[in-house]
């Protein structure tokens, strides 16, 4: 039986917000009265998801403004126009802007974690040095918790798993001074070249004047330029007031949250950035080391409200696959279908797994949230099973699979330990996904789908070719003209040579020199979500 993957914590808000606003599609205009009670509605769920009452307060004043006003009353669409007030508004509750880390320009740059025992600051020193050390930075990790039992240890092991440079030259249990720790760790980095320093300190259980005391003194003493707050986004209302006691007694920089992945409401999250004035820099939301990212406002709020978060997708995407596996790959599609074995496929497989969890991945894309149920019970080891299958065929079977017989499929599926008939469907799934993928790769489009502009036709008529123009007709059926003054403006954009296929420009289709921030989704696309 698959295992069940955790829920956002944001889940329970983005299904109240979706049957919300369900409620406003196809009214031609809304009236006040619609207006109060889709504020109702949201004012209930954000409260359900442990939003702060204040800040409650002030996004549903802040929406019912916008909305009573000519924006909406004068939109085409003033459901749609509802819709995007929310976003913008949940957007200014996180933060508004992507607020990034400020580097000393002497270095080393010091950053400081602070936070409750629990909230995941050991683990997330580890995260953040990797986070960094993919950015081209040298981090090293400092234990100064030298109270918890074995805290220096575990901090030593983290940092072994995350590939960076450890500094504890005191045992802890309750041995050593933290001060004097932080401060010969700065000199040990200028001495060694590490460019940042994460310095990690001593949580306790709750607040209390000998914990802010001692995370005061470490902070005199480095003087670091950036102060994390790590808050466990799954501690609901208590977020809030300990938040407001660390800026009080250490004055922290920036917000980090932990445990994204977790099962609460998660609404507090929501309410840091806002009570505190100080912007979410850092978001965690898994276990493993790499499960680690800036903290982006626009694409959470994006995802509250069900829309999902393309352009992190793609940018997972950018980083683990390379150009040049990208162009090998559609060449061999715009050769033929039988270009594309199962070597190619188990490639990319393998490639995916690397971005993290399938079902994380495709909780990425629009209007997933419909069917989040059946995306947290996908199994990643289902993908596993099928590398099994693939790796138990002979080298000729995997460049032919038309080769693969009933005796064929009997021993494939004992080499892997499985059933023949999942040796069976997996092949038969491979075939039409290499005719689908080598249509899109030639400019077809899918296979039994209209036509999009750009992409090519879908079924067969439109593989078939449009009679020739003569002098200024034009078609007369309106998609097919739309098609051909997309494509003509198309080729003219890019000027000549373009549109001969994916390997042609950037990755993703984006085109020579573009990247995630230059992603847009074709007009088809936006009408549909």
Request: glycine fraction near 8%; hydrophobic fraction near 45%; charge should be negative.
């Given at each position: 039986m698959p295992q069940r993957t955790r829920a956002d914590v944001f889940d329970t808000l983005s299904d109240r917000l979706a049957a919300t606003f369900k409620n406003l599609r196809g009214k031609g205009r809304l009236s006040e009265a619609d207006i109060d009670a889709t504020a109702r509605e949201i004012r209930i769920a954000l409260l359900e998801a442990d939003v702060a009452l204040p800040v409650v307060r002030a996004f549903i004043k802040q929406v019912k403004e916008r909305a009573l006003g000519s924006e909406v009353s004068g939109a085409l669409n003033p459901a749609q126009q509802i819709i995007k007030i929310v976003n913008e508004e949940l957007v200014a509750i996180l933060g508004g802007e992507t607020r990034r880390v400020r580097f000393a320009k002497n270095g080393p740059t010091v950053i400081m974690l602070a936070g409750l025992q629990g909230a995941g600051k050991t683990t997330l020193a580890g995260k953040l040095?990797?986070?960094?050390?993919?950015?081209?930075?040298?981090?090293?990790?400092?234990?100064?918790?030298?109270?918890?039992?074995?805290?220096?240890?575990?901090?030593?092991?983290?940092?072994?798993?995350?590939?960076?440079?450890?500094?504890?030259?005191?045992?802890?249990?309750?041995?050593?001074?933290?001060?004097?720790?932080?401060?010969?760790?700065?000199?040990?980095?200028?001495?060694?070249?590490?460019?940042?320093?994460?310095?990690?300190?001593?949580?306790?259980?709750?607040?209390?004047?000998?914990?802010?005391?001692?995370?005061?003194?470490?902070?005199?003493?480095?003087?670091?330029?950036?102060?994390?707050?790590?808050?466990?986004?799954?501690?609901?209302?208590?977020?809030?007031?300990?938040?407001?006691?660390?800026?009080d007694g250490v004055d922290f920089t920036g917000v980090v949250l932990s445990k994204l992945d977790g099962d609460a409401r998660g609404g507090a999250a929501l309410s840091v950035a806002h009570v505190t004035g100080r912007q979410i820099m850092f978001a965690s939301n898994g276990e493993k080391v790499d499960d680690f990212d800036a903290f982006h406002p626009d694409r959470m709020a994006s995802r509250i409200l069900g829309m999902g978060d393309v352009l992190s997708l793609i940018e997972k995407a950018e980083q683990t696959f390379s150009q040049e596996e990208a162009e090998k790959i559609a060449a061999k599609l715009r050769g033929g279908p039988k270009q594309f074995t199962l070597d190619d496929f188990l490639s990319q497989l393998e490639q995916v797994q690397k971005m993290g969890s399938i079902s994380k991945l495709l909780g990425m894309l629009p209007g997933m949230g419909q069917i989040r149920d059946q995306i947290n019970n996908i199994d990643d080891k289902d993908v596993n099973r099928v590398g099994a299958i693939i790796k138990s065929m002979t080298p000729a079977e995997r460049a032919e699979p038309e080769l693969i017989n009933g005796s064929r499929r009997a021993r494939i599926a004992k080499g892997s330990g499985v059933q023949v008939g999942e040796v069976k469907n997996l092949v038969e799934r491979f075939f039409d996904a290499r005719k689908m993928m080598s249509a899109m790769a030639s400019g077809k489009g899918v296979p039994g789908m209209p036509g999009i502009p750009g992409m090519g036709g879908g079924g067969k008529k439109s593989a078939k070719k449009a009679p020739q123009a003569k002098g200024k007709r034009k078609s007369g059926n309106p998609l097919k003209r739309a098609q051909e003054e997309a494509a003509a403006a198309e080729r003219r954009a890019l000027g000549p040579g373009a549109g001969q296929g994916p390997a042609d420009g950037g990755a993703f289709g984006l085109g020579a020199g573009k990247g995630p921030a230059d992603f847009e989704l074709p007009k088809e696309f936006k009408d549909l979500l």
């Open positions: 040095g990797l986070w960094l050390k993919k950015q081209k930075h040298t981090p090293l990790l400092v234990a100064c918790d030298l109270q918890r039992p074995n805290a220096v240890t575990q901090l030593q092991v983290v940092a072994e798993r995350a590939g960076v440079a450890f500094y504890g030259p005191q045992p802890g249990n309750g041995v050593g001074d933290p001060v004097q720790v932080a401060k010969d760790s700065i000199e040990y980095a200028k001495q060694k070249q590490y460019d940042v320093v994460i310095v990690d300190t001593a949580g306790r259980l709750g607040i209390d004047a000998e914990l802010m005391q001692q995370a005061a003194d470490i902070r005199a003493a480095v003087n670091p330029d950036e102060v994390l707050f790590v808050v466990d986004a799954m501690i609901g209302q208590d977020a809030v007031t300990t938040a407001q006691a660390f800026l």
